[in-house]
């Protein structure tokens, strides 16, 4: 993977400043919220199977809690930064009012690459990382979820640890359990059907069918996966995904220009969402360079694989069929690309509100646990569908209304929510 090129939360902060001034916000309430609010940096020691003993570093970053408990991934990287989670953290406060959850953000992570550690190892740096920061957490306070890199287990793992130290049951720990033990129906959906529950409403206000789309996904991991599943089903067709090779230490589009089938590409991808190069060759998939994903020509892209890929150097590759991106990845298009695409009148749904649906769910988790009464599958997405179809009339109509783009809208209602829960308890 390539290094971080952007500092995100220099990106996350100037998109703050920007809304800030556009609210007309007071001192206080910027110098507030454009940083976090708590930071934990922490070591985590390891005795790795060889009997050598790793010290990894990990985080917990909690931004903002004026609407809510804190609530927020973990991520495994090995290119991780304290900015970036920084970043992340910001977001997800964000992301958390504009489909209006009483929650706030918070983000975590360890710097360490899980292909390169055993079932043993990720084990004890989950129950580690849980043994460093568990005081910090809680099922009121800040709640953890699976991100880049982990899973369920992870999850078991860490929430096994923190009901251990503190001698409890505690499911509402954390979020993103396997179902049966705590987790809620439609979570592993939840992300990329929401992503495609904005494009549905996108498309019917450019007044395009999704039967008559075609659309390009960069990542075949959990949300892109998804996505693709429900835009199948409404009827659109894929013809390109990329995927990390983690053997060339690259990345590459594979093509099928009558359209790729998840059926076939499933038992070749491993659970990192990379799908297998050879066998794809195999199966009649065409085999291009990484950053193809973005040159084809089709209606729709959706970025769905890590921050910064739409860039300054490669947005003028994008075919002059584009007409809709919609972000699933968090931070995929820096500032400047996102300037030439307005000029170019591509329509974006910023990652914000098109991947807050796994957000949206692990609330329903913690919603559901409280009740100890769980849901069927289709409550769950159906209350999903509600939530972000009102969510993406609420932004479109007031980037209608204000002659904003659809970015500037969620930040503007997204930040004035928070920063008005800030007044009301007084803090600014
Ligand atoms: P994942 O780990 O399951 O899949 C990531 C995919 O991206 C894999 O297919 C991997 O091969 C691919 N990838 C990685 N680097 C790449 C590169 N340089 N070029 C091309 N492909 C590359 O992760 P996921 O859960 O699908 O999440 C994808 C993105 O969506 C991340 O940015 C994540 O932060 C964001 N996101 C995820 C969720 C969620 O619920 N999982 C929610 C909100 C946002």
Request: charged share 25%.
């Amino acid at each position: 993977m390539t290094e971080t090129e952007y500092n995100l939360f220099e990106v996350a902060q100037r998109q703050f400043d920007h809304s800030a001034e556009l609210l007309g916000l007071d001192q206080p309430t910027r110098e507030l919220l454009r940083v976090p609010m708590r930071e934990y940096h922490f070591t985590i020691p390891v005795s790795m199977d060889n009997g050598e003993r790793k010290i990894f570093r990990g985080f917990r970053i909690q931004h903002n809690d004026a609407r809510g408990p804190c609530k927020g991934g973990i991520r495994f990287h090995p290119l991780q930064t304290v900015d970036t989670i920084r970043a992340l953290a910001m977001w997800m406060t964000w992301r958390a009012a504009i489909v209006d959850l009483p929650l706030g953000g918070s983000m975590g992570g360890v710097i360490c690459d899980p292909h390169d550690l055993s079932q043993p190892e990720q084990e004890k740096l989950c129950r580690g990382w849980v043994r460093k920061i568990s005081r910090e957490l809680g099922p009121d306070v800040d709640v953890p979820a699976p991100d880049l890199m982990t899973g369920e287990q992870h999850m078991m793992w860490m929430l096994d640890e923190y009901e251990a130290i503190h001698n409890i049951k505690s499911p509402g720990f954390i979020t993103g359990k396997p179902t049966g033990l705590g987790g809620s129906f439609g979570k592993k959906e939840a992300t990329g059907y929401g992503i495609m529950i904005t494009v549905r409403e996108a498309l019917k206000e450019l007044g395009t069918k999704p039967e008559d789309t075609k659309a390009s996904f960069q990542g075949f991991g959990n949300v892109a996966q998804n996505a693709i599943r429900l835009y199948q089903r409404m009827g659109g067709k894929v013809t390109c995904v990329s995927s990390w090779n983690q053997q060339d230490r690259t990345a590459y589009a594979y093509r099928k220009k009558e359209g790729i089938y998840l059926e076939e590409l499933l038992p070749i991808t491993n659970l990192f969402g990379e799908i297998n190069r050879g066998k794809a060759e195999e199966l009649g998939y065409e085999v291009l360079e990484g950053n193809a994903w973005l040159e084809q020509d089709v209606d729709i892209l959706v970025p769905a694989a890590i921050e910064n890929q739409i860039t300054i150097e490669n947005v003028v590759k994008i075919a002059p069929s584009v007409k809709l991106i919609a972000e699933g990845a968090n931070g995929p298009t820096t500032p400047e690309a996102q300037t030439e695409l307005s000029k170019r009148d591509i329509l974006i749904i910023p990652d914000l509100l098109a991947n807050a649906g796994g957000m949206i769910c692990s609330y329903f988790e913690q919603v559901q646990g409280n009740m100890n009464y769980y849901w069927k599958k289709d409550e769950v997405l159906g209350k999903l569908d509600t939530q972000m179809t009102s969510a993406y009339i609420e932004v479109s109509d007031f980037a209608h209304k204000y002659n904003f783009n659809l970015r500037d809208a969620v930040y503007l209602i997204a930040i004035e929510r928070v920063a008005k829960a800030c007044q009301a308890r007084g803090w600014v």
